[in-house]
């Protein structure tokens, strides 16, 4: 997906540093985090394999957990996921981009770890890990995720998503 000229400006403005929090250490203690924010993928095939790691991980049990998506990809998931979050296109700038005021609103929730399911590069998902100042952020690896993420997936091999969905269990939980 190709984005235009002043959306990819405005990126990459909005990553002018390296990580908006200093990474952390993972350790095998059992600490899991929780709350955990999810942004979830927006084309059919990946939020298919999203659903079902996300039940098999037993992410609906967890106590708290937030998960985000673009408006136009909500009808991908089932109804009764109440904790769905997402942002209406009269919210976005003419860059394409959230305002301070409103990314603010959206990233108060008090996470410990975010992860970003969503295996291509998206500017308001960018603009979300950017703001959000948590200890862990484990996201798939495109242009900039070195600036944005503390856990990179690579994605060197065939099944891509199944594989790195399985990492993130094993990171997370």
Same mark, same amino acid.
Not at 44 to 70: D, N, P, T
Not at 102 to 108: C, D, G, H, N
């Given at each position: 997906?190709?984005?235009?000229?002043?959306?990819?400006?405005?990126?990459?403005?909005?990553?002018?540093?390296?990580?908006?929090?200093?990474?952390?250490?993972?350790?095998?203690?059992?600490?899991?985090?929780?709350?955990?924010?999810?942004?979830?993928? +927006?084309? %059919?095939?990946?939020? =298919?394999?999203?659903?079902? *790691?996300?039940? !098999? @991980?037993?992410?609906?049990?967890?106590? #708290? $957990?937030?998960?985000?998506?673009?408006?136009?990809?909500?009808?991908?998931?089932?109804?009764?996921?109440?904790?769905?979050?997402?942002?209406?296109?009269?919210?976005?700038?003419?860059?394409?981009? +959230?305002? %301070?005021?409103?990314? =603010?609103?959206?990233?108060? *929730?008090?996470? !410990? @770890?975010?992860?970003?399911?969503?295996? #291509? $590069?998206?500017?308001?998902?960018?603009?979300?890990?950017?703001?959000?100042?948590?200890?862990?952020?484990?996201?798939?690896?495109?242009?900039?995720?070195?600036?944005?993420?503390?856990?990179?997936?690579?994605?060197?091999?065939?099944?891509?998503?199944?594989?790195?969905?399985?990492?993130?269990?094993?990171?997370?939980?």
């Amino acid at each position: 997906m190709e984005f235009p000229l002043r959306t990819r400006l405005a990126v990459r403005w909005t990553l002018r540093s390296r990580l908006s929090s200093p990474p952390q250490r993972l350790g095998t203690q059992g600490h899991l985090p929780d709350p955990v924010m999810v942004l979830l993928p +927006l084309e %059919k095939e990946y939020s =298919r394999v999203a659903r079902h *790691f996300l039940r !098999e @991980a037993g992410w609906e049990r967890r106590s #708290r $957990f937030r998960l985000w998506v673009a408006p136009e990809a909500r009808e991908l998931y089932p109804e009764s996921w109440t904790q769905i979050q997402s942002w209406t296109p009269a919210d976005l700038t003419r860059m394409g981009l +959230l305002p %301070k005021k409103i990314l =603010r609103e959206k990233v108060e *929730f008090a996470a !410990e @770890a975010l992860v970003n399911l969503h295996p #291509r $590069f998206h500017p308001v998902y960018c603009q979300l890990v950017h703001a959000c100042p948590l200890p862990l952020k484990v996201g798939f690896q495109h242009r900039h995720a070195e600036r944005l993420y503390h856990v990179i997936l690579t994605n060197s091999r065939s099944p891509v998503i199944e594989t790195g969905y399985r990492q993130i269990e094993r990171l997370i939980g």
